[in-house]
Nanobody
Framework: QVQLVDSGGGLVQAGGSLRLSCAAYGRTFSNYCMGWFRQAPGKEREFVAAISWSGGRTHYADSVKGRLTISRDNAKNTVDLQMNSLKPEDTAVYYC????????????????WGQGTQVTVSS
């Protein structure tokens, strides 16, 4: 069992930045690839970014490439999402998630989820 706790969301103006963090508790953190997803009101939860077990590989949705950066610290059991040049369409609840496999971009492929943190970008 892995418990994930998301934090760092908030209200920011377009063009601004936020840093989300996810703390993991329980089983060995480095056994899991980590991902971030987001869900806007009335929309499906969508993939945002993923990072491999050691952090050596990352993958992003086209909509966030060049603006969002995923990173992890296995010593601290955390995974972060640095969000720059934010746009109103980035407004959503953001969730971190854990999976044993690399490059999983669908919700069903993740075994554990954080509770979500709200990001609101005003125009």
């Amino acid at each position: 069992q892995v418990q994930l706790v998301d934090s760092g969301g908030g209200l920011v103006q377009a063009g601004g930045s936020l840093r989300l963090s996810c703390a993991a508790y329980g089983r060995t953190f480095s056994n899991y690839c980590m991902g971030w997803f987001r869900q806007a009101p009335g929309k499906e939860r969508e993939f945002v970014a993923a990072i491999s077990w050691s952090g050596g590989r990352t993958h992003y949705a086209d909509s966030v490439k060049g603006r969002l950066t995923i990173s992890r610290d296995n010593a601290k059991n955390t995974v972060d999402l640095q969000m720059n040049s934010l746009k109103p369409e980035d407004t959503a609840v953001y969730y971190c998630a854990a999976t044993l496999e690399w490059l999983v971009v669908v919700r069903a492929g993740y075994d554990y989820w954080g509770q979500g943190t709200q990001v609101t970008v005003s125009s």
